[in-house]
């Protein structure tokens, strides 16, 4: 639509439509949470604290947009470095947290075999399958966090992605068994406490991780000129 005043001609932005009250949405949803909880609570105790972690995690990853696909992402195509940060002291924060626990765990005469528990050879199938997901998880535009994330959100191509991430998951983890017991013999496990001791392993890793934010924050000055 135009209107003419004084010999010029302006154009009329078409009115919005009132946003709908996603109040009773709100309502809904809460009472099916709770609901939920009561009825896994039958089941185990336990169940209702992982469904309301489960929640508050999730909100937490809508809400801050985090994602390891845009941290990867942003800083080659938008020279955005904010979400590398964020994950950088998530990994800083985690490395001390369940350094904490093994240490606590070595001290307490666990077993070693304990200990090493998710420490995987390092060999060809994990550099392979390190860049083929790399690849995957940006043509499908967010890793296992961002696609759950968008997926509540109601995005269909995320909807697809989770389909076939849940299959890859599953056929991935029949044969991972294999595929690691085949590495075990020609392959290296390193265990940074066992070079470097549990002081010098969780400074060393920190040191990179302080050197990794600091390069990010300057990559992002270069390229946006701020760091915000």
Known sequence: MTEISNGEIRRQRPKRKPKKSQIPWA?????????????????????PIYWGFGILFG??????????????R???????TSVTRAVLVAVGLGSIGIGGIKLGAQ??????????????PIGLP?????????????????????TLMRVGEGFTMQMISLFFFVVGSLWGA?????????MNDSAPKIFMPDVLGWFGAIVSQLLIIVLLYIAAVKWQKKKMGSAE
């Open 126 to 146: 994990l550099i392979i399958g390190a860049i083929l997901f790399g690849i995957g998880m940006v043509i499908a535009g967010g890793c296992a966090s961002g």
């Open 27 to 47: 309502i809904l949803v809460t009472i099916a949470v709770v609901t939920i909880g009561f009825a896994l609570k039958t089941r185990d105790p336990k169940l």
């Open 174 to 182: 029949h044969d991972m068994g294999t595929i690691w017991k085949s």
């Open 107 to 120: 001290l307490n005469g666990a077993d070693p075999a304990i200990l090493m528990q998710g420490v995987n």
């Open 59 to 72: 909100y937490v990853l809508q809400r801050s947009r985090f994602c390891f696909t845009a941290a990867f």
């Open 74 to 80: 942003d800083p080659c195509i938008t020279g955005s």
